[in-house]
Nanobody, 124 residues
Framework: QVHLVESGGGQVQAGGSLRLSCAAS????????MGWFRQAPGKEREPVAG????????YYEDAVKGRFTISRDNAQNTLALQMSSLKPEDTAVYYC?????????????????WGQGTQVTVSS
């Protein structure tokens, strides 16, 4: 089983940027798809973006398209999410997930491979 640790969250003003990172350990993640999810207070966890195992295919939820960029460094066993033009509605805890299913251009989370999350707060 893979161990995931997110970092890079914080508080920013609307229009600002943040870069989240997810460090994987326990196994190499170069052979698996990965994704980012988020959960706002009082809401269910929702997908944000996903990336295929070789990084050639990515997908984004409509709410973040054009503002967020997912990337991976298989040599470093890491996943990143560059977030720009942040909005107050992006406020949430952001989670990394690994070894889910990636087909039809969508990433489906693995049931157990979650990090502990990192808080992102965007003020207006």
């Amino acid at each position: 089983q893979v161990h995931l640790v997110e970092s890079g969250g914080g508080q920013v003003q609307a229009g600002g940027s943040l870069r989240l990172s997810c460090a994987a350990s326990g196994r190499a993640v170069s052979s698996v798809a990965m994704g980012w999810f988020r959960q706002a207070p009082g809401k269910e966890r929702e997908p944000v973006a996903g990336i295929s195992r070789n990084g050639e295919s990515t997908y984004y939820e409509d709410a973040v398209k054009g503002r967020f960029t997912i990337s991976r460094d298989n040599a470093q066993n890491t996943l990143a999410l560059q977030m720009s033009s942040l909005k107050p509605e992006d406020t949430a805890v952001y989670y990394c997930n690994a070894d889910g299913a990636y087909f039809g251009g969508i990433y489906y989370a693995h049931l157990h491979n979650w990090g502990q999350g990192t808080q992102v707060t965007v003020s207006s």
